[in-house]
């Protein structure tokens, strides 16, 4: 069956860096472009990136664009997020999302366009 299984997490200094790991299986991973999104305690899911599976195109939140970059490698199953100059505002539950379908910079955040969801990894960013 689908699944997505995030690693990765950990604690991490601010200014430090964090490579998050989101592995893919069940499905073929090139027929589908991935997000990952973070979660807050009592606030809603929020988009951070996604990687569209037909040209590689990429999309950023305002919050980490220029600090966050997204990889896929469709060879190994997975999609990475490499976060770079971490802030104790990026502390949060990371969690990567199948899209169901194409997205592009206009819906690429919301959640519902997403059918499959890992189970989370915690980010905690110290000051």
Known sequence: QVQLAESGGGLVQAGG??????????FTLEYYGIGWFR????KEREGVSYINNWD???Q???????????????GKKTVD???????PED????YCARASLQLD????????????????????VSS
């Open 91 to 94: 502390t949060a539950v990371y």
């Open 56 to 58: 590689g195109s990429t």
């Open 39 to 42: 979660q807050l305690p009592g």
């Open 17 to 26: 860096s964090l490579r998050l790991s989101c592995a893919a299986s069940g």
């Open 81 to 87: 997020l490499q976060m770079n100059s971490l802030k």
């Open 105 to 124: 910079a206009s819906n690429w955040s919301a959640r519902w366009r997403y059918d499959y969801w890992g189970q989370g990894t915690q980010v905690t």
């Open 60 to 74: 950023y939140s305002d919050s980490v664009k220029g600090r966050f970059t997204i990889s896929k490698e469709n």
